[in-house]
């Protein structure tokens, strides 16, 4: 069989083709990345499939002409794909494109990625076997797709609406808002992520980072109570959290000011544990305050262990020091540290061996590791959660502040 790459003149235009993207509406993007594509590779068919919140399908989006009432988002239509045991899923865990012989062609699965976000898989119908510059500008189609996706959807509802598997409430509604836009970060020296699986009474869970020139900031809170109390609980201390650690104040400082913002506004005496850590990337040093939060696990050299830490009274509580300890979280590179709310070790996860499941998806990315955790939770409580079940993973790699060895927007060093 030809490939298609033998009879091209030129390799994709990526200048031309996101200069294409930014004048077209932002619910277009798709639209007009397949006609370049079609024109370029000969593509016959294209289609963006967005990862939903769940971390178990991708979606695949598309417009019809006409719409009738009561389907979907105005004309917009979702198909549901697996991610478990398919040639998408296995793109999006490889970080590389699958192509798969079907009867008249293949079809290429790209994965959507930016810094370790997968944001979904880019679908492409060809009518021959590619060759190695088609594949390498569908790698590249795809990445500036996820560029694209991530800018436009500032802009309309449409991708969130694909995403959602199930209605919001009003308390899940609130509580996602909190979350950080993406859920993963790669960088030189680490790789997190993070999942959150509410429960069905929304339990108020957050987590946040940001990563500044030479400093990591991360977070991660749970309200006490459930559904909307809960959640404004979280939006009342995610808020001065950000607001001080924006302030430039110290870790200390920081989690004085959101006790105080808390204090101000908790009622019969509502509280939000917590854990805030700041990682000092030029001299690979980190610190962490513990708000009455389950202490983190550490994985290093093949050991699991719970790390001992000082656990100062909750946020919003009598606090009889007046200040918040801060203290030394050792680091050394290799280390993988997970961070969790007590509804990945209570209640539905009480009885499952947390340490055993840390060890057995060590190799896995930090975004894999999360969601398999999180799946084991699901299944100890028969689907059902009775509290939120949070982690935040966060692979420390080490060395000097550098850039990332990635390609198409996945981290290929190693060690990662």
């Known amino acids: 069989m030809a490939n298609v790459a033998d009879r091209r003149t030129s390799p994709l235009n990526l200048k031309v083709l996101l200069a294409a993207i930014e004048a077209a509406p932002p619910v277009a993007a798709i639209d007009v990345l397949g006609a370049a594509l079609h024109e370029s590779l000969g593509a016959s068919d294209v289609s963006f499939l967005i990862a939903d919140f769940g971390g178990r399908s991708l979606v695949r989006?598309?417009?019809?002409?006409?719409?009738?009432?009561?389907?979907?988002?105005?004309?917009?239509?979702?198909?549901?794909?697996p991610l478990s045991g398919t040639p998408h899923g296995r793109a999006l865990t490889e970080q590389e494109v699958v192509v798969v012989a079907e009867d008249g062609g293949v079809r290429l699965l790209a994965p959507v990625t930016s810094r370790g976000e997968a944001v979904g898989v880019l679908e492409i119908a060809l009518a021959e076997s590619p060759g190695e510059q088609t594949l390498s500008d569908v790698a590249l189609a795809a990445h500036a797709l996820a560029y694209v996706v991530i800018a436009n959807r500032r802009y309309t509802d449409l991708f969130e609406w694909g995403q959602r598997s199930v209605p919001l409430s009003l308390a899940a509604e609130i509580q996602h808002r909190l979350l950080p836009s993406t859920y993963t970060c790669e960088a030189g020296?680490?790789?997190?992520?993070?999942?959150?699986?509410?429960a069905g009474d929304v339990?108020?869970?957050?987590?946040?980072?940001?990563l500044e020139r030479d400093t990591l900031h991360l977070s991660m809170t749970d309200a006490m109570?459930?559904?909307?109390?809960?959640?404004?609980?979280?939006?009342v201390l995610v808020g001065a959290l950000r607001g001080a650690r924006r302030r430039g104040v110290d870790l200390a400082e920081q989690a004085r000011?959101?006790?105080?913002?808390?204090?101000?506004?908790a009622r019969d005496g509502a509280f939000v544990t917590g854990q805030l850590v700041r990682v000092d990337l030029n001299r690979g040093a980190a610190i962490i305050v513990n708000a009455g939060h389950?202490?983190?696990?550490?994985?290093?050299?093949?050991r699991v262990d719970r790390i001992a830490l000082q656990a100062d009274p909750p946020f919003a509580t009598i606090l009889t020091s007046g200040t918040y300890a801060v203290q030394a979280l050792d680091l050394e590179p290799g280390d993988r540290f997970v961070f969790l709310t007590d509804g990945m070790l209570?209640?539905?996860?009480?009885?499952?061996?947390?340490?055993?499941?840390?060890?057995d998806t060590r190799d896995l990315h930090p975004r894999e590791a999360v969601q398999h955790l999180t799946r084991e939770v699901l299944q100890a409580g028969g689907g059902e959660l009775r509290d939120d079940a949070t982690a935040l993973c966060l692979d420390w790699h080490g060395g000097?502040?550098?850039?990332?060895?990635?390609?198409?927007?996945a981290d290929r060093r190693e060690d990662a």
């Open 225 to 235: 109570g459930h559904t909307v109390e809960a959640s404004l609980l979280a939006t």
């Open 257 to 265: 000011l959101a006790h105080e913002a808390l204090a101000d506004y």
């Open 400 to 409: 000097p502040p550098r850039d990332r060895d990635a390609d198409s927007g």
């Open 189 to 198: 020296q680490f790789t997190l992520a993070a999942w959150l699986e509410p």
């Open 203 to 210: 339990g108020g869970d957050t987590f946040d980072f940001s």
């Open 61 to 81: 989006l598309s417009h019809v002409a006409h719409a009738r009432d009561g389907q979907g988002l105005g004309r917009e239509r979702a198909e549901t794909v």
């Open 294 to 302: 389950p202490p983190p696990f550490r994985m290093r050299d093949g």
């Open 346 to 359: 209570e209640r539905n996860a009480a009885g499952l061996d947390t340490a055993a499941i840390l060890a």
